[in-house]
Every structure is written in structure tokens, then in C-alpha cells.
């Protein structure tokens, strides 16, 4: 009928607007604010970029930095959009991604590493396994090793927590640790550091993995790179010195050589004043500082 | 949205009256063009009722072809078969040498897996806790208010549950995370403090409002000479709700299980939080679970726009959405049967 029609056409026309692709965002023009820079990336160096942004706002009156996380794919996305001028990565660029940048922004990507970060990997506080080695570490969360008594501990099931499958720990804990393998099925992905401490902190037989940088109800354990090494435990000392076996390096990506406000901001972050801040936010400069 | 078409109606009936009122004086032939003028008026304003209905249609519709557009390199993608095609989602795939084929989620991986089989299989499993958590505390709360209870405590019950719809499902989540995981862990000593029963009662309490409210609606519907009946009969009071009304208004509480069911797959943030997340293929309800829409969520944010882990994820949701409209529209068609089975008038 008339009224059937209506209702018909009206969804068709509706659905013809909403054909027209709104693909993504433009390059953003770099000149578009000369006082506005926006850092987006990885939930892990948040904290990082945000401390040494809020020093370098109050060196440069006038000047605004906007960081946001989301991750490092969010981040590594957003400059192959054009919506960020700096991505912070807790993970080296894929060289599909380095294509990407190329493509859509005309420049190569441009890598900075500004600071390290060391896994730790999380028991609670009363377990009393001593060190493992990465092999162990690796079977525990492929599901192969899946009582405590089997690597020193109190007999008990061990249940595993790791990151969500979109952070950049995961991806790298999956990577060194795990070297590509994939993670037992059985491992309960939570969204971040902080909430694998809580529930580690609530569980006797429970393992994590997360930055280095939290704690809690919680204990840091040593880890041996092989049965014949020695355990070492993560700090500021072994991370830096590359001792401690799960290290990595942090970076800030640009979309060809930094200009202006991002240039100078990078500058900053590996000025020792950057690196000092990078230090008291719980990362790890890539040099160690001269503390008297 | 509402205040626009009142206003645009007020509008054109005003018109109706001016040009009406003009067109009495000007023209000589007035009954003719009035009632052209009417009619035409008429139409306009059938055609601004029929704009307005529809855009709920609309939204559905646009969603539904957003969705399909997003997912649809499923198909056709040769960028996207390199990874993943809806038959490596279905069957299960080859995942470790010397294992056998396994239903795996690891989207994140050298080989990327997509089984949807175990976040197809938590999904339910989530829901049918939920329901078995939610209904008899519903269904009886409802029967309790709207045929036992006296005015004054119905009056308070009532706005009760329906203020447990009110809050938000972040804190509800948050409750069931910190403080009810641990007491049931601790009461059944459970391998997995974060697992199915937490976030299948957790998923109860948002569920238990719209069963409550819809099922109170029904009962509330049926006649009242059912009940005098009864009565005359010398039936008491419970007899009379337990074995007259209920079944009297169960089409209307058997819709009202399966809306509730359908809220529950898709409710995301209380499963999110609180079902420990890892995608087992498993129906054992101690285990921790990952749902469709908990998947959505947690990977949406940090794919690659337009490449296979994006399109899966559309995938998902289409599916989703599919399971929803699906389970409404066979309550409806159920409901439907049944009432003309009970002749009722409920």
C-alpha cells in the first residue's frame, strides 16, 4: 500500500545517503596549530608522554600537548590516518604498518626510541617457586607445565593472566616469551598492569605478566634466561644494563623527519630531563642517568 | 527528536485552518478546492507520520547494512582469505604440531585463529546462567507483587526493582568483580575466581528488571473475572495466582524470559569485567568465559581499520545482531501461538 511504499522508500533513501563512504580523515596539516601537538599510542608509555608533556608545556608557555592511549596499533593507526604527529609504541613498527605510513602520508616512518620498560612476571606474594627460567615461563603459559609443584612450588593448579590480545605487552610477552606460540586458552586476558596485580594479589596460584612499574600483594620474580644463568631480578639497574631477559624499548614514531613542535618535543624526551621524568614515571632510561 | 514532528504537525494543521478560512472568502466555488485542499493537507501530514514511524525502522535497517558492509570482505576479500574465511571460523584449525585441530580465538598471532565456536558457545552460556539465576527471582517477585502482596509493600517492592534497572551495569560489574567473585571462590573453593556463574549472576541482576516489570505487566493484564472465578470457586489467593493467572499470563512472562534472554547476549560490560575472558570451548560453568560482545569490546580499539581482524569483528557483530532479532521474532511468533492455543484475552 501508499503508506508501505513510503516507509520503503524513506529506508532506501536513508540508505543510499549513508552509502557515500566517509572515509577517514585527511593528513592533518602540520601548520594546522603550530602550538598544538597530539601524542597518541600505547596504554603502557601514557604515563611516560604525559609527564614529559606536562614539562614541556611549562617550558614552552603557550604550547598544548594532547596525549591519549589507546595502544600502539590505536596509535600506530592514528599517523597512518594523519589524526596524531607523534604514535607511541611499546613495540617496533610491523613493516606492513611502515608501508602503510609511507603510502597514506607520502614519508617514511621514523623511529625514536625514548626509554625502556622491563616485564616483570607476577606471583602472589606467598608463592614460594624462586626464580623461572623463560623456558618455564613459556611452557607454563602454553599449558604444558600446569601445577606449581612442577617448578618448585606448592602443589596447586596454576592459573595464568595475561594482557588483552590489543596491548602492546601482550604482543611482546608473546613474542619474546612465548616465541610465537600461542598462549593456552585458558589464560584470562585483563585489560591492564594494574588489574593483573589486583588479580594476582587475590590469588595464591595465580601468574601474570605487566610492566614493572606497579605492585602490591604481589612479587616480581626472578627470571633466568637459561637453566645456567642466573636469576635476575627486574629493577631499574638490571633493565638498563640489559641483564634482565624480558626488556624492551619504547618508541615514538613520526611520519618522516620530526618538524617543528614534534621535533622539539623529542628533543626534550631524550634530553637528560626527559629521561629523568621517563625514570620517575617507572620506565627506564636508555642510558643509565648519572645519580649521584 | 519527538518535540520536531509535534511541532511540524501543529504546523500543518495551522495551515489547514488559514487557508481553509481563505478560501471561503476568495473563491466562488468553496466546497470543491476546501476539500482538495483538505485532502492535500491530509496526505501531507499522513506523509509526516509515516517519515516519523519509520525512522526506527530506519535505524535498524541503516545499522544492520553498516554492520554487513563492514563484514562483508568476509566473502570477498582476497587480503582478508590470506588470514582468515568463514570456514577456517567454523571448523577447527590446526593450532600446535602434535596437538590435534582445535577451536581456537587467538586473533593476535603468527597464524591468527578466529573460532567462533567457543565466544558462540560463552555467549549462551553466560545467558542461560543469567536466566537461571533471573527467572525465578523475577517471575515469582512478579507473581508475589501483583497478586499477593499487600498495596503498601507492593508500592515499595515495586519501584525497587525497577531502580535495579537504573544502575549502571559498569558498577554492577565493578561489585561483582571486587567483592561477589571472591565470596563464591572462597564458598566453593573454584579454581577461577573470575568465571561463568560470576558473570552469568552478575548478568541476572541487569536481566531480572525487564523479566520483573514485563511479567508484573502480564499478570496484571489478565482479566478479572479469572480471578473472581477462581474465588467463587473457594480457591485462596495463591491458589488462585499459581495455578489461574500464571498460567493465564504466560505468553506474556515466556515473551518477556526470552527479551531477557536476548539483553543478556548482549550485554557487554558486566561480562567484560567479570568472566576472566578467555575464549574456552567448554559448557562447564566453573571455567572463565569470553562472549561475542566482551570480544567486540575489548579488540574493537586497536585493529587495523578494513583488515581481517576488523572485518571479523563486523562478522561478530552481524552475527549478533542476527541472534538477537532472531530470538525476538520467534518469542513473538511463539506468543502468538500460544495465546490463540489459550484463547485468551491476555
Given amino acids: 500500500m501508499r503508506l508501505e511504499r513510503g516507509i520503503l522508500l524513506f529506508v532506501a533513501i536513508l540508505a543510499l545517503a549513508s552509502c557515500k563512504p566517509p572515509r577517514r580523515a585527511e593528513g592533518r596539516d602540520p601548520s594546522r596549530g603550530p602550538s598544538t601537538l597530539t601524542i597518541k599510542g600505547s596504554d603502557t608509555m601514557v604515563m611516560l608522554a604525559q609527564r614529559q608533556a606536562e614539562a614541556f608545556m611549562e617550558k614552552n608557555p603557550g604550547v598544548s600537548v594532547q596525549v591519549t592511549g589507546g595502544g600502539s596499533g590505536t596509535g600506530i593507526a592514528a599517523l597512518i590516518n594523519g589524526t596524531t604527529e607523534i604514535a607511541t609504541a611499546s613495540r617496533p613498527m610491523k613493516a606492513s604498518e611502515k608501508a602503510q605510513v609511507e603510502e597514506r602520508r607520502g614519508r617514511p616512518a621514523v623511529e625514536h626510541a625514548v626509554a625502556l620498560d622491563g616485564i616483570a612476571i607476577y606471583v602472589h606474594e606467598s608463592n614460594p617457586v624462586p626464580h623461572l627460567t623463560l623456558d618455564q615461563i613459556k611452557r607454563i603459559y602454553e599449558g604444558r607445565i600446569r601445577d606449581w609443584s612442577e617448578v618448585g612450588g606448592s602443589p596447586g593448579r596454576i592459573t595464568l593472566y595475561s594482557r588483552e590480545n590489543s596491548s602492546g605487552t601482550y604482543a611482546y610477552f608473546k613474542e619474546a616469551v612465548l616465541e610465537d606460540e600461542d598462549f593456552d586458552p585458558r589464560t584470562q586476558p585483563l585489560p591492564g598492569t594494574a588489574a593483573v596485580v589486583n588479580a594476582i594479589a587475590r590469588d595464591p596460584r595465580g601468574i601474570g605478566f605487566g610492566g614493572i612499574a606497579y605492585g602490591g600483594g604481589v612479587r616480581a620474580l626472578p627470571v633466568k634466561k637459561d637453566e645456567s644463568s642466573e636469576a635476575v631480578v627486574p629493577s631499574l639497574e638490571t633493565v638498563t644494563a640489559g641483564t634482565y631477559p624480558i626488556s624492551r624499548k619504547l618508541f615514538m614514531y613520526t611520519a618522516g623527519e620530526p618538524t617543528g613542535l614534534a621535533a622539539q618535543f623529542l628533543e626534550f624526551a631524550l634530553s637528560p630531563e626527559g629521561q629523568q621524568l621517563a625514570e620517575k614515571a617507572g620506565y627506564y632510561p636508555l642510558r643509565p642517568t648519572n645519580r649521584e | ?346
Fill in chain 2, 1 to 346: 527528536m519527538e518535540g520536531v514532528p509535534s511541532e511540524s504537525l501543529r504546523e500543518g494543521f495551522g495551515g489547514l485552518e488559514t487557508a481553509s478560512s481563505r478560501a471561503v472568502a476568495a473563491t466562488p466555488d468553496p466546497a470543491g478546492s476546501r476539500l482538495r485542499r483538505r485532502k492535500a493537507i491530509d496526505r501531507a501530514a499522513r506523509w509526516i507520520i509515516t517519515l516519523i514511524a519509520s525512522t526506527a525502522i530506519a535505524a535498524v535497517a541503516l545499522i544492520f547494512l553498516f554492520l554487513a558492509r563492514e563484514a562483508f570482505p568476509i566473502l570477498t576479500s582476497a587480503a582478508v582469505h590470506e588470514e582468515v574465511t568463514l570456514g577456517k571460523m567454523i571448523f577447527p584449525q590446526p593450532w600446535r604440531e602434535g596437538e590435534p585441530a582445535y577451536y581456537a580465538w587467538q586473533p593476535v598471532s603468527k597464524v591468527p585463529k578466529y573460532s567462533l565456536l567457543p565466544l558462540l558457545v560463552g555467549t549462551f552460556k553466560v545467558a542461560l546462567i543469567a536466566l537461571i539465576f533471573a527467572v525465578p527471582v523475577a517471575v515469582l517477585g512478579a507473581v508475589f507483587t501483583s497478586e499477593l502482596a499487600p498495596r503498601r509493600v507492593r508500592e515499595i517492592v515495586k519501584p525497587a526493582v525497577e531502580l535495579l534497572a537504573g544502575i549502571p551495569s559498569v558498577v554492577l560489574g565493578f561489585f561483582v568483580l571486587m567483592v561477589l567473585a571472591t565470596h563464591l571462590q572462597d564458598l566453593f573453593g573454584l579454581q577461577y575466581r573470575l568465571n561463568t556463574i560470576v558473570a552469568g549472576i552478575g548478568l541476572g541482576l541487569t536481566i531480572v528488571p525487564v523479566i520483573f516489570t514485563l511479567s508484573e505487566d502480564a499478570l496484571t493484564a489478565v482479566p478479572q473475572r479469572y480471578r473472581e472465578a477462581a474465588f467463587a470457586l473457594g480457591a485462596s489467593r495463591t491458589r488462585t495466582a499459581w495455578s489461574v493467572v500464571l498460567p493465564a499470563a504466560s505468553p506474556g512472562i515466556f515473551a518477556a524470559i526470552v527479551l531477557g534472554f536476548g539483553r543478556a547476549m548482549g550485554e557487554t560490560m558486566i561480562v567484560l569485567m567479570a568472566s576472566g575472558n578467555a575464549a574456552i570451548l567448554s559448557w562447564d560453568p566453573t571455567l572463565p568465559v569470553r562472549t561475542v560482545p566482551a570480544t567486540i569490546a575489548a579488540e574493537m580499539g586497536e585493529v587495523v581499520v578494513g583488515g581481517p581482524h576488523w572485518t571479523v569483528l563486523f562478522v561478530l557483530g552481524v552475527l549478533l545482531l542476527l541472534l538477537t532479532i532472531g530470538f525476538n521474532g520467534l518469542s513473538g511468533w511463539y506468543v502468538r501461538r500460544l495465546r490463540q492455543r489459550l484463547g485468551g484475552t491476555s
